[in-house]
């Protein structure tokens, strides 16, 4: 075992509960909502602090209702109420699902009809980087059936929320990413040239495992001779042969908050090429860096990466931004592209995320985490070599 | 490293491919569709074998258009495009995604214009154990603009496919579910009493990945003294003390397949009510077993085993059904419920998943994994011992 950092505690206090739904029904009032229905993971676990796999069966749908005056009300399946009863809701009401002709539906017309009005306006998930999680069908009848209460999009009032992390928010994020930047570096010590993706794949999870992640659910692991034309479809039985680059990008899991971040690795010898894109890409980022502070934009971020990698010779980038906030999911609002524009405030957690076709159908592609600070950033990832790590 | 079975080849037959669209587009004639439309991870990867962890990034939605007649379309952020263009589909059409204020909804309604139409209506993930995987505002954007075009509720066609394995999926199946029985088995030789439910959830973590899993998005680990009262909500840093049991369910994958079953551990001596409470749940999944049979339904399951645990003098299960369909998810339809009724076929994977409350608060589960036969079922699982396993 490897040791780390003692890791933050697990949970948060209820203070940092109080101030999520204080936040949240300020912003309720500007926003002229009168409540907000969240029924996905992140955002069920980001205003309960119910932590369960169980969204991995996606029969029952769950519910939590983030009133503008009052408290939280969960409505749930029955076999979710005594884990719910841990958290610091206290309003549980529950249904004994599966029950396919009635999932929770009259139980939410009566909340729903129940909550004080002011505004006659809800906001569910219905926007941008999120989903409702049950049934579309079960959605439209519930939205015909409670009258003078529309139901809005509540996404911009979500993200505005879960976008500036907490101190124990981003001590969280900073663990997991010491946690993956241990495992990357140690990851040469046990792989080898005519190993496959796979083989690299199970090593880094069982080092990230062995460091203290509790889940790994993204460790992206591709290759390909002299770069890598994508990345996001890997591991594969492909061997790991000279001249190579292997791609990780690792989104590990401590306590409900993820890292992303990759590493490129040098299988033998590598191409001046690949080692001249390599330097431009660990230069775009130390620009991204440089740039990340409050008051710049998310287009700023862009546009400092994209100098430097234009200079270098760029073809252009498949993936479509240049970064992107980070938390409870492996990516969160905002994006780093040009028109994003978004301004960065203290509390933050962003990917600084460069990356180039070099020549047709070969790329790479950097990334670190960084937390923007009163007066500028701080690194939550250890920091890549400037030149790869090399796998023999 | 442990050996297991030489695992099964990774990927499926274009043969495999091929047939599952001709079933699709047999039954979308059947109910009346002119096509389907999937946008969540396990269709999408059914319909076109695109394997990503990158689901887990919630900024893009991704399409897949199953026509009533012809090939299937992809409709994906250029990201996407070199991971798609490796898999059978072949009409693959991109934007460059994330784009807000269009991403994908253009080019999805000149695809929906550009379909063959006899029905016109298009199946949609709208109903049952499905999520729209994309914001529903743009969903409905996109149904109020395809003109002619219903878009109706596509769950029914989808689940009539996937409840059916192939002999493929099925081999898939049964080697994660040997994968999963091993490590189970092994767990006592690394585990102690004193030890925490989080270091039993790490244990039975490297386990699987020592022998052969790809991944474990689910593994619940819970314990209690005497018993427990949920079964979803774990590992916490609760200790394991004399007379617990320790509850573990495992949902792990091989190439895009899961187990699911659990099993329970005496930590030092448990006392008699929960032996014969242990006893009393092996009985009911012995007779949940031979039970399942074509012809027989997912009720008769349910009440043979009910019968069991109710002379047994069970005080009910806040669970609301004991078992379900198994597949590339760790639930899925049917359900065995008293009022679910759905006729077993060859071919259905199925838990069978008894459990009771057996004094107050206190609940014992069992469950095994089977796959429906021409005559009777086949354990996919090493059945569990009559005797817990004992960890000291």
Known sequence: MTTNATPPKRGFTRTEFEARLERAQAAMTANELDGLVVTSPHDVRYFSGFATQFWESPTRPWFLIVPREGHVIAVIPEIGEPGMAMTWVDDIRTWPAPIPEDDGISLMKSALEGLPRRFGRIGWEMGREQVIRMPIKDFDRL?????????????????????????????????????????????????????????????????????????????????????????????????????????????????????????????????????????????????????????ATTSDLWRAMAKVLEDAGSQGLNVGRMGHGLGMQLTEPPSNTPDDKTELVPGMVMTIEPGMEFVPGKMLVHEENVVITEDGCDLLTTRAPREMWRIG
């Not at 992390?165 to 990357?184: D, L, M, N, T, Y």
């Not at 990008?249 to 401590?254: H, K, Q, T, V």
Request: charged share 20%; with cysteine; glycine share 12%.
């Open 143 to 295: 939205r015909g059936q409670v009258s003078g209460l529309e139901f809005v999009d509540g996404s911009p009032t979500i993200w505005g929320l879960r976008m500036v992390k907490s101190p124990a928010e981003v001590a969280h994020i900073r663990h997991i990413c010491q946690i993956a930047s241990g495992a990357f570096e140690r990851l040469p010590n046990t792989l080898s040239m005519g190993e496959t993706e796979l083989d690299a794949s199970r090593k880094i999870r069982l080092e990230l495992m062995h460091g203290g992640a509790d889940l790994v659910p993204f460790a992206a692991t591709i290759s390909g001779h002299g770069g890598y034309d994508q990345i996001i479809v890997g591991p594969t039985d492909r061997v790991l042969g000279d001249g190579d680059v292997l791609f990780i990008d690792l989104g590990a899991i401590y306590d409900g908050y993820s890292s992303d971040f990759d590493r490129n690795y040098a299988i033998g010898s590598i191409s001046d090429d690949v080692a001249r894109a390599h330097e431009a890409v660990w230069q775009a980022t130390e620009a991204g860096i440089a740039a990340a502070r409050p008051g």
